[in-house]
Nanobody, 123 residues
Framework: QVQLVESGGGLVQAGGSLRLSCAASGRTFSMSMGWFRQAPRKEREFVASMSWSGINIYYSDSVKGRFTISRDNAKNTVFLQMNSLKPEDTAVYYC?????????????????WGQGTQVTVSS
């Protein structure tokens, strides 16, 4: 069993930055990890993911060039650096992990989910 705990969310002005962290406990060896988000009255959407090796990295078009995903396998932690934040980035951000998440953009293919952390971007 894998447990995921997110941190780093908060309130920031448009144009600002935040760094989310997700600490995993349990066996995450060889798992891909990533982030989804859900805004009020909207469906959950894929944000970014990274394979265990770090070779396969994916971003949604809406965050490409502004967000960067990284991971520290020795510490079982994945990060999401969010720059140039916009009000439309406001959402609850969820950390995910999965042994075989394909396609990565589909929420149902991920095995484990964190409880989420709120990110609010004011205009």
């Amino acid at each position: 069993q894998v447990q995921l705990v997110e941190s780093g969310g908060g309130l920031v002005q448009a144009g600002g930055s935040l760094r989310l962290s997700c600490a995993a406990s349990g066996r995450t060896f060889s798992m891909s990890m990533g982030w989804f988000r859900q805004a009020p009255r909207k469906e959950r959407e894929f944000v970014a993911s990274m394979s265990w090796s770090g070779i396969n990295i994916y971003y949604s078009d809406s965050v490409k060039g502004r967000f960067t995903i990284s991971r520290d396998n020795a510490k079982n932690t994945v990060f999401l650096q969010m720059n140039s934040l916009k009000p439309e980035d406001t959402a609850v951000y969820y950390c995910v992990a999965g042994a075989w998440a394909r396609p990565v953009t589909v929420a149902g293919t991920w095995d484990y989910w964190g409880q989420g952390t709120q990110v609010t971007v004011s205009s």
